[in-house]
């Protein structure tokens, strides 16, 4: 009897248990989002077992009414440890019933809280598109980090790498997190992407994250990419593709009232129904639009309205603004500097706007001053005859085509003239010859002339030279008196520079040596 009624317990369990694969989602969750989302969960030995079980029940039921599949929506889970793993990939789970068994059998990965190194691997083993089983191209892409807050190491550059490469960051914090810290990581806006919750308490934040995530990677959300200072490019999920019709676009510049807004809602905007907008109609394949003829530094709203008589959809909205006019030269920079020349380069280059530019330079702080004009597709160029060891003010000017002008100047500075010539040696051989060697700095010489006292029988006081091409570095001079002076000296183009001299002391019984002076 004890065991008829057990089984019958147990049958009622089975059949009341919820299944990972019901319809149980919220309305508008199925179907809604397309895009690839990583939970990059803390499981070193801060967080106890029981956190950790809780934190998995809280993904599943988070995570329990979205749509999975290449198509929709694809979910990776990292654990951080001292040696973190990547416990599945977007590719391993495409459908409820597999991600959910997947997060009961997670086991926690102890150890250090490494999280450093678990960003570099989420980096280039899921995040980034084309890495094998990583993140689909073109498609949002959602960091959701989970932690207790324990010593996360320094997170701030690699979480403001993947935001420069456009993953959304998330945080959700169950211990006593830095809040600068964490406020720095998370994409804007703070209110919506970062979490404060007591790990007991963790459920009541399913909904409000769960349609954070939604927000972006929902399947008709349009962005804006590529803003330049007159153009940007309009893309959007080709929700048209297999029906006939077309998209209707519409941009137009806000008034300083409506600047300010943002986002990719739904409804149309009232500054694109009136007169004064721009229209573009694109393919039913088509999934990008790019809008020229914007003015700089102006904030736009583009609508997009997907039109079919097949079905019916929402326009969406979006709010951006264009970049500031960068009139060149708006750097200047210094390369190749020698002893008499040096190179400067400016940016950017706009040859399209620019007719030529004129550079000055003289010497400080009261030198002649020199001009020369280059070219409108140039962007560099070389000053020579410059005074070596001289700093000089070089100063850049662009003449616009719209007759503007722009200026910005650098100092610049020549090399110093090193000595041509160091380390003489005398070394004696015999009684009355020296072996003569030097070293010598490389570039610009012609030669080296050498003068000594003369051979034994020629007057006193008379003095022998002798040239040597630049590739000499040695001679032998023989039938030289005792204390025979002997000098070295650089031969440049245009004149002789200083030498080096040296005494040979002959002595008999002893190593003998010239000494430089």
Known sequence: MESHMLATWLLLCVLLRPSATQDTAPEGVLNCCEGDVLFLLDSSGSVSSYEHSRILAFLSELLL???????????????????????????????????????????????????????????????????????????????????????????????????EEGVAVLVVSTGHSNYQML??????????????????????????????????????????????????????????????????????????GEAGGGGGEAGTSPSTSGAHYQRLTKSAESSTARLTGLKPDTTYTATLTPESNDQAFNTLSITFATKPEVLSPAVVT???????????????????????????????????????TVGRTQNSTLLRDLQPDTTYLVTVSSRHASGTEKAMSVKVCTQEVTPALADLQLTTVGSDSVQ??????????????????????????????????????????NSLPPAARVCVSPIYRTARGEGLCCTAQFHSNALSYGYQS
């Not at 040096?342 to 330079?361: C, F, I, K, L, M």
């Not at 000594?452 to 040597?468: A, C, M």
């Open 436 to 477: 003569v060697n030097w070293r010598s700095s490389p570039g610009g010489l012609r030669g080296y002339w050498l003068t000594w006292e003369g051979q034994r029988s020629s007057v006193p006081g008379q003095r022998s030279s002798l040239y040597l091409p630049p590739d000499s570095l040695s001679t032998r001079l």
């Open 65 to 163: 009414p979205f749509s999975l599949g290449e198509d929709q929506v694809r979910v990776g889970l990292l654990q951080v440890g001292t040696l973190p793993r990547l416990e599945f990939g977007f590719d391993a789970h495409g459908a409820q019933s597999g991600l959910q068994e997947a997060l009961r059998n997670v086991k926690p990965l102890r150890g250090d809280t490494n999280t450093v190194e678990a960003l570099r691997m989420a980096r280039e083993r899921a995040l980034r598109p084309g890495a094998p089983g990583g993140a689909r191209e073109g498609l949002p892409r959602v960091l959701v980090w989970l932690t207790d807050g324990v010593k996360p190491g320094d997170v701030i550059k690699p979480m403001a790498e993947l935001r």
């Open 334 to 372: 210094v390369s190749e500097s020698g002893l008499t020349s040096v190179r400067v380069s400016w940016g950017p280059s706009q040859p399209e706007a620019v007719t030529s530019y004129y550079v000055e330079y003289s010497a400080l702080p009261r030198g002649k001053l020199h001009a020369v």
């Open 183 to 256: 406020r720095q990581v998370v994409t804007p806006p703070v209110e919506n992407n970062l979490y404060f919750v007591d790990i007991d308490d963790v459920s009541i934040i399913t909904e409000d994250l769960r349609d954070a995530i939604i927000e972006i990677i929902r399947a008709e959300r349009i962005t804006v990419r590529d803003i330049a200072t007159d153009s940007a490019t309009l893309q959007w999920r080709p929700v048209l593709s297999g029906l006939t019709g077309y998209y209707e676009i519409r941009f137009s510049s806000l008034s300083p």
